[in-house]
């Protein structure tokens, strides 16, 4: 059966996006850093999600298309990088999803990971969009730093058209001025009013870009506060990065949570969610 707008969005066999499904978390590290390690922290989020019947899908980038520098840490490669992600959906048996940056990657992402990505910056190439929609797994598009909430209606009818299992938008900050991102809270009502779910990614919100001159800065600190301010407006699921020691995390540390750090934000943010819903 084809997806329609207003329908859940299902991810693997256990995971559902929607107004009517509980919150979910997306979270991994930014890029894949090899097997063992890769599963083992799969393995760690996904006790801390079950204990607090959090629904989660695990993220990790193969290829990280769009870095500052030259001599950024892209990953270990579609191939390589593919692989690992198969071996944690089998693994751990929790849902995976990774960025896909050419249509022609489409294809062997899909028979790999149940969501597919959508980087910001690509968020209009309509090739890609369309390709992976073709695949019928589900798309989650992040919206550009530098398009209006509003024009993402414009993606999920490209995405609709071209037979997704699914749509989601995600939220990840909008530029303003240079290295520099803020958030705009109206956009998450505006984009879930098209009939789709909302993720707002946290850890992205935060970021620098380009602040550190060869690569992105970030700004730790402010994660808990946007994601608690961003369940209270109301999303279906929040995005984070995650690492045991984002000081040496080969990409996005400054702005990733310390895997120590999350039970606590998860607990002070799904008290948030009961309220909210409670309060609907």
């Known amino acids: 059966m084809s997806w329609t707008v207003g329908q859940p969005v299902r991810v693997g066999a256990a995971v559902e996006l929607g107004r009517d499904a509980p919150l979910a978390l997306i979270a991994g590290p930014c890029v894949v850093e090899g097997r063992d390690f890769t599963v083992d922290l799969a393995g760690r989020l996904h006790e801390i999600c079950k204990e607090r019947r959090l629904p989660f899908v695990f993220k990790a980038s193969y290829d990280k298309a769009n870095r500052s520098s030259l001599t950024s840490v892209r990953g270990p490669g579609i191939r390589d990088g593919l692989a690992i992600l198969a071996a944690v959906r089998s693994a751990i048996e929790v849902p995976v999803t990774t960025d896909v940056h050419l249509p022609e990657e489409v294809r062997d992402a899909a028979e790999v990971v149940d969501l597919l990505q959508i980087p910001a910056f690509l968020c209009r190439q309509t090739d890609l969009l369309v390709e992976a929609a073709r695949t019928g797994r589900p798309v989650n598009v992040k919206k550009g730093q530098f398009v209006a909430p509003e024009d993402m209606e414009n993606v999920v ?39 789709v779910p909302v993720v707002f990614d946290a850890t992205h919100s935060v970021q620098l870009p380009g602040g550190l001159g060869h690569a992105s800065g970030g700004q730790r600190e402010f ?55 409670a309060a609907a």
């Open 157 to 195: 009818r490209k995405l609709t058209a071209s037979g997704a299992g699914g749509v989601a938008l995600t939220e990840r900050g909008t530029s303003f001025g240079y290295h520099m991102l803020v958030n705009d809270m109206r956009g998450l009502p505006i984009m879930r009013g098209m009939g």
């Open 223 to 277: 994660v808990e506060p946007l994601a608690r301010a961003a369940v209270a407006v109301g999303v279906d699921a929040l995005f984070l990065e995650v690492h045991p020691d984002p000081e040496r995390a080969p990409s996005d540390g400054p702005n990733a949570v310390r895997l120590v750090d999350l039970p606590r934000l998860l607990d002070r943010v799904l008290a948030i969610d009961r309220a909210a819903r």
